[in-house]
Structures are given as structure tokens and as C-alpha cells.
């Protein structure tokens, strides 16, 4: 028997998940299912909140999910091995280019919320969307097309309700209010106002790391599960959910799933964003230019795992706080990063580098500075994106145009326009600059060094 003679996952397969449409998720990737969908079905009051999930560039994800009513597994992968679930709470999966299903969604009473995984470069464009809004067209981008769901929801005086991102940025949920806020402002300054009254923009720090899925595991859970599923996800047993601000119209209990509501999140935030998404970035071009593909591989190899240290070091001096057990979080990291069996690919992190950047080295940087000391650790960071975009001109990346500008350009002058991408202040300083100048030269040479060996 080989895995097409299987049936397909669908509810005939399993019972999982009917729930009504309470949450609109805009962004259904891998990501938002191992952890927001996760959760909700982890919530005790599951049954009463079903999540309306859209695509953001492509229909095919939704394509793939919505030929098996939404169901799909969790594939829990650990050092010891792998545990399978079936995951029911994203009842309808939904084409983002479906403007008008998002419209009837976020304009019905019944939602209550919101959650956005649009990516952090989502949250700066829009002026395209602009016109399009003014001209009554349908927006392109993600929050665009939310400006057009809460237009429908004043209008229909559906009530308040919260939007919540769960994207990789600090002060996540004032960037949403002030970036849904700017676009509304431009096309309706009544619209801007009734947003301000009625929509709760909830801050959170989101966490699990989930590899792409392969084909292999597609085999692996069809071997295992006895059926088949076109659209597993692969995820580490780890999970946290950290979450700050109101819910007007309601929530699911994600605190049975572990999820933790607080008053001041900024903390919180700031460890994960600097000790685990910091380290993958280290690990992603040091990585990659010293030959890994992965973030198991890197780590392993003492230039990088020192590199993250060293960083780790810096970044633990601006984390206050005993609850936030700097030592013990720093430890857990070492062995999720450290799980082999994810094959978690540095090339999947190295994207989008100059808006992932300013998130996780330059507030080190400038902390670091501010203190008088000259930030190494943080400057290293910035550095080997540097040396790596020098050997990878065409890396993905917001400022794409921008970062291949400052590529025409030679010594600190090139340096300082990268530096700019991220903070322009700093670029300005011309010690920080050239600092990251140095380490980078400094790396790039002793990469060129081991290849010259290692030929
Ligand atoms: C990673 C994150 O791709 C990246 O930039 O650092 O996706 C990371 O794996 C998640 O934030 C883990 O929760």
C-alpha cells in the first residue's frame, strides 16, 4: 500500500473541529498553525472559537488545507522523537486575495479578534494600498485589507474588538495600531477615530520554532498516522505565548495552553527577541558563510556558538528582572538550538535581514553604548550580514534595492550605508561603523582562510 491509497485527512478522518468563527487570522503559514491555532485547540473553551485563516501572497496554502476542512498535524519533534496531533481549530482556510470573505468576517459581531503573522516587513508599506482603498479597490497588502474589514465593521456597528500581532517585532501591537492607524488616516479620517475608540491592538511575544515541512515528513505521518496530510507542520516541543492588552469582545482561554497574560511585556520581548532570535541571526550568516546549513550544525561550530555568547552577554546587561531567569532561559536555548532532528535551515532566518536587524542587534548596540562600552557582540551581528550580503547580493530582503546600492560601494562607505539600513543615527558614528567594518573584515578573512585549507 503506498501513501496515495491512504484517505486524505478530513473530518471524515477525524471529528476534530467545528467551532464557530470567532478569530479572523491574517497570514496562514506554518508558524500560525504549530502556535495560534495550537493554542486555541489547547484552550478549554475550544469549541466556541474557530478560526477564518487567509493566505497572504499565494492562495495554495489555503488550497491544501481547505481540501482537508482545515485539519492538519502537529508534528512534535523532540530529541528523543516525534508525537503526532491533529489540529481542528482553523475551520475555514481562505484564499487572501478573498477580500470580500474577510469583509463579511471582521464585519460580523461574532468576531472577536484578529491575529496578524504577516511578517515584520508587512507592517511598513501600504502607499500602493492607499490609492487602491481611496479608489474603492481591494487592497493588496494584509493591513490594507484589515482597513478595509474594520471600515465594514464601523459601518455595520459591530462592535469592538482586538487585533493581536504575533509577528517578531518589538512593541508589536503599537506598530499594528500605528500602522493601521496611518493607512486609515489617509483614506478616512472618521474611519482612523472610530479604530482608535473600538480596536484593542494586544502586544505579544510568540514563540516556537517550526522548520519548513518536507516530504519526508509529509511520508513520515502517513506511514505513522495511517492517513494522509497534505500540509503537516513540524514543530519542538517548546511553546510560549506571552500577551499584553484587552480583549473587548472576548478570547479564547489561552492560559489552559500555557499562555501567560502581563502588564508590562516589553521584558519578556526583549529576551526573546535578543537571546533567541539574535543568536539565529548570528548563527544565520556566520553560519552560512562558514558552510552550515543548519542552526544545529552552526551552533556546533565554536566561531559561532562564541559569537552568540559574546552577544548574549551584552543583551543579558539591558534584561532586568529575577522572573525573567536569564541563565536558565540562555541554557533551554542551547538545547532547543542544539535539537538536530530540526532541521531548522539557516537560510529561512537570513531573510529579510535589515528589518529583522533592527530589532535584535541595534537595540544591544545602542544600550551597549550608552553605557560606554563599544557593543562587540551586538556590532558582530551587523557585521557578518554585512560579509554575507557581500557573497549573497541577492538575499530577500525589504530594502533589497538599498542593501544592493550600498554594494556598488567599497570600505567604510559600504559599511556605513548598511549600518543606515538599520539605524541611521548610528551610521553617523563613525566609531560604530567602523567597528562593524573591522569584525567583518576580520570575518570574511577567516572564512576566505579555512576555504584556502580546506582546498
Ligand atoms: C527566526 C524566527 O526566521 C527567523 O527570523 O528567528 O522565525 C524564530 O524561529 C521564531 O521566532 C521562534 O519562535
Redesign the pocket.
Known amino acids: 500500500m503506498t501513501a496515495l491509497d491512504l484517505p486524505r485527512l478530513s473530518r471524515a478522518v477525524s471529528p476534530a473541529g467545528n467551532a464557530p468563527i470567532r478569530i479572523v487570522h491574517l497570514g496562514l503559514g506554518a508558524f500560525h498553525r504549530s502556535h495560534q491555532a495550537w493554542f486555541t485547540q489547547h484552550a478549554g473553551d475550544s469549541g466556541e472559537w474557530g478560526i477564518a485563516s487567509f493566505t497572504g501572497r499565494r492562495p495554495d496554502a489555503a488550497e491544501v488545507l481547505a481540501a482537508q476542512d482545515g485539519l492538519f498535524t502537529v508534528v512534535e519533534r523532540s530529541d528523543s522523537g516525534d508525537s503526532f496531533e491533529i489540529v481542528g481549530s482553523i475551520v475555514e482556510a481562505v484564499d487572501g486575495a478573498d477580500v470580500r470573505r474577510l469583509v463579511e468576517l471582521v464585519g460580523t459581531p461574532q468576531t472577536a479578534v484578529v491575529t496578524l503573522t504577516i511578517t515584520e516587513a508587512a507592517y511598513g508599506l501600504g502607499a500602493d494600498d492607499v490609492t487602491l482603498l481611496r479608489a474603492g479597490q481591494e487592497p493588496k497588502t494584509p493591513l490594507g485589507r484589515l482597513v478595509r474589514g474594520l471600515t465594514a465593521r464601523r459601518d455595520s456597528d459591530a462592535g469592538p474588538l482586538a487585533v493581536v500581532s504575533c509577528d517578531?517585532l518589538s512593541d508589536n501591537g503599537n506598530v499594528a495600531r500605528n500602522a493601521v492607524g496611518n493607512l486609515a488616516k489617509e483614506v478616512d479620517a472618521g474611519l482612523a477615530e472610530w479604530i482608535e475608540a473600538n480596536v484593542s491592538f494586544v502586544s505579544t511575544s510568540?514563540?516556537?520554532?517550526t522548520p519548513r515541512t518536507t516530504a519526508e515528513d509529509v511520508e513520515l505521518v502517513a506511514s505513522e498516522c495511517g492517513y494522509r496530510d497534505e500540509a503537516p507542520v513540524v514543530a519542538e516541543p517548546f511553546r510560549n505565548w506571552v500577551l499584553s492588552g484587552d480583549f473587548p469582545a472576548g478570547r479564547p482561554r489561552w492560559e489552559d495552553a500555557g499562555a501567560v497574560f502581563v502588564d508590562r511585556i516589553e521584558p519578556y520581548e526583549n529576551r526573546k527577541l535578543w537571546l533567541?532570535?539574535g543568536a539565529?541571526s548570528i548563527l544565520a550568516y556566520a553560519g552560512q558563510l562558514r558552510g552550515h546549513t543548519t542552526v544545529a550544525e552552526a551552533l556546533a561550530d565554536p566561531v559561532c556558538s562564541h559569537a552568540v555568547e559574546e552577544f548574549w552577554d551584552e543583551a543579558s546587561r539591558h534584561l532586568a528582572g529575577d522572573d525573567l531567569r536569564i541563565p536558565e532561559y540562555r541554557a533551554a536555548l542551547l538545547d532547543r538550538f542544539g535539537n538536530s532532528r530540526i532541521a531548522h535551515h539557516l537560510a529561512?532566518?537570513a531573510m529579510d535581514a535589515s528589518t529583522?536587524l533592527r530589532m535584535r542587534a541595534i537595540p544591544v548596540l545602542r544600550a551597549e553604548r550608552a553605557a560606554g562600552r563599544g557593543g562587540e557582540g551586538a556590532a558582530r551581528m551587523i557585521a557578518v550580514w554585512a560579509a554575507y550580503v557581500e557573497s549573497n547580493p541577492g538575499l530577500q530582503d525589504p530594502q533589497s534595492g538599498a542593501v544592493a546600492e550600498a554594494n556598488q560601494l567599497s570600505g567604510l562607505g559600504r559599511t556605513a550605508a548598511l549600518v543606515a539600513l538599520l539605524d541611521s543615527e548610528l551610521a553617523r558614528d563613525s566609531a560604530v561603523v567602523q567597528l562593524v567594518h573591522k569584525l567583518s573584515g576580520e570575518f570574511a578573512a577567516e572564512v576566505s582562510a579555512k576555504a584556502g585549507t580546506a582546498a
Open positions: 517578531n510568540v514563540d516556537r520554532i533567541l532570535n539565529h529561512q532566518i529583522k
